[in-house]
Antibody, heavy 121, light 107 residues
């Protein structure tokens, strides 16, 4: 069964950086892009960005451009999302999800369990 | 960016009720729409993709319809485990966007 297992909760101070990992298993990692989504407490889902795990191409949400980076380690089938210069409004649960492409349609078919990132002084 | 509006924002219904909620896109997105169920404390779960295709393993009481700018998700007979927030998401163009969600409560 496809699984995405994320790293544990983080507490960071404003201005610091955080790197969340997402380890994939039971499928060929480089065949499917990874999307990151976050949910600020009390709010809805927000798209953070997307990474092609085969060639490293990325696409980030404009509001996070310059602060977010997505990378992979294909030897361990792990995707990473790093967010720098953290602010209190970055406090959120961050999810990774597998992008599926089927007959011309895209969707996110498997999700990680989520990682709570708390930014607090 | 393509904006998605969902209505209602909150819905309270009884077990066995048929419930329908709507997602409207700010411009046409053909059928590039997915629906997710997000239970408290859990990861979102894919229900429907391509506007009307039921994801494998999802109960048949869930169905989706629509194309262009207006879409609906229907639960034919609401169950206690359907307590969740339901989000639509468009994949027609970047940035990918989500609707604000419809929270479903069981009376």
């Amino acid at each position: 069964q496809v699984q995405l297992v994320q790293s544990g909760a983080e507490v960071k101070k404003p201005g610091a950086s955080v790197k969340v990992s997402c380890k994939a298993s039971n499928y060929t990692f480089t065949n499917y892009p990874i999307t990151w989504v976050r949910q600020v407490p009390g709010q809805g889902l927000e798209w953070v960005g997307w990474m092609n795990t085969y060639n490293g191409v990325t696409n980030y949400a404009q509001k996070l451009q310059g602060r977010v980076s997505m990378t992979t380690d294909t030897s361990t089938s792990t995707a990473y999302m790093e967010l720098r210069s953290l602010r209190s409004d970055d406090t959120a649960v961050y999810y990774c999800a597998r992008d599926q492409y089927n007959s011309g349609w895209y969707y996110l078919d498997y999700w990680g369990q989520g990682t709570l990132v708390t930014v607090s002084s | 960016d393509i904006q998605l509006a969902q209505s209602p924002s909150f819905l309270s219904a009884s077990v066995g009720d048929r419930v329908t909620f709507t997602c409207r896109a700010s411009q046409g997105i053909t059928s590039s729409l997915a629906w997710y169920q997000h239970r408290p404390g859990k990861a979102p779960k894919l229900l429907i993709y391509a506007a009307s295709t039921l994801q494998s393993g999802v109960p048949s009481r869930f169905s989706g319809s629509g194309s262009g700018t207006e879409f609906t998700l229907t639960i034919s007979s609401l169950q206690p485990e359907d307590l969740a927030t339901y989000y639509c998401q468009q994949f027609d163009s970047y940035p990918v966007t989500f609707g604000p969600g419809t929270k479903v409560d069981i009376k």
